[in-house]
């Protein structure tokens, strides 16, 4: 037969440092995470739950733990009460529900000191109890601003989740029952056969090798980012710190600002990057891997699916890039424009999207040369996908001079030499 042998694509291999990273942010995440999420378990029930009495205040005092070395103790109030639920009296020692259940931190000793100020000895205030265990009860019902600190293991639960989706979840895209169905049709009708068949054949001789894929520097990203937020979170729990203490920390606060913004910002790249690398990699192929200025060359654009594109832009970028003698080296673009495109499209599994067009390189191309300076041409396909996120894919294509133009015959070119 005229037609060689289906190959099925090649998968990709698994980032063995992305998948232990991400399994790591996620353990953590979740450990920590549960500590939170207890306590806001109960919060919500002394809200929606917990009855109310009136109770008389028995004794308060000031508890601390730790304070070894650097850091400095932790405190929490310890506020005596007695109280009576159905005739019978209870007495319990706390004021919210963190203080009932023995967890420490959140505030300072002055703002500790300034809450046990509120109450006297004998005096009788209002409290609320627990209808299943009456001997529990918290004189505040409140929302501590500790639970900001959850930030963090919420942000190291959603880094590990994503990088575990992007390092082990197929590459699927929803697609409508509409969109579904025009696909089969197309594939029966003969546009294309399997997807592994379809994509492996070759339309052109030279099929490009891209040269960086998404999600490579999703890893990278997704660290930066935590330790960014860590340190915004430092800084935002001194500034609570002092602002408890009737002060006004402006360098922290300007730390929260700088630190906690470049961290989301890397934290969508790191997210924007990982689910980027799922989306079915774009295929480029040319007539040949060399071209000469004002010469003209067919090429193939290939995009499996199943993918909802809002557009598929190809540009042609040039780049000159000359050596400084400090600091980075002077990059200038020579060409910069679109030479193919795309519209609003759904691609089905059983059939790639194929998208042919002529590429001119212009007449007065500089070639390619490994410098200095340095000279550089390729192709870059740029998807934006119905739901976030967008995919960049570049490939290098050479461009040089003293060869016949590739958009000749071979028949002219005979004549030419003759």
Known sequence: MGNSPSVPEAKRPMNAGCLLTALAFLAVGLGFGSFFAMHAWRDARVFTVWKAATCTILA???????????SGPSYRPEISFRYEVGGKAFSCTGLDSWALSGAYGGGSEKFYERVLDRYEEGATYPCWYDPADPSNAVLVRRIRPLYVVAVMPLAFTVLGAVGLYATLARPRRRLGLAAEAEARERSKAGHASAAGGAVARRRLAVRLEPETRPGTQSC?????????????????????NEWQDGNVAPIPLLFVVVFGGLGLVFLWIAAASGLAAKIPATI???????????????????????????????????????????????????SDEVVGE??????????????RFTLRIPADAKPSSGGPPTVS???????????????????PIMVETGRTGLGTKPADRGQAQG
């Open 377 to 395: 041409w390729r192709l870059e396909a740029r998807g934006v996908p119905l739901v976030w996120p967008r995919f960049i894919l570049a490939f």
């Open 220 to 240: 990278v990203a997704l660290l930066v980012a935590v330790a960014l937020l860590f340190v915004g979170f430092i800084a935002g729990y001194s500034a609570w």
């Open 284 to 334: 480029v192929e040319v007539e040949r891997r060399s071209v000469a200025p004002g010469d003209s060359v067919d090429v193939v654009i290939l995009q499996p699916g199943p993918l909802r594109l809002r557009s598929l832009r190809v540009r042609l970028v040039g780049r000159e890039e000359t050596p400084a003698k400090e600091g980075s080296p002077d990059v200038t673009t020579l």
């Open 60 to 70: 308060k005092n000031l508890g601390s733990t730790g304070g070894s070395g650097k």
């Open 342 to 355: 795309i519209g609003p499209t759904t691609i089905g599994r059983w059939a790639p999207l194929e998208h």
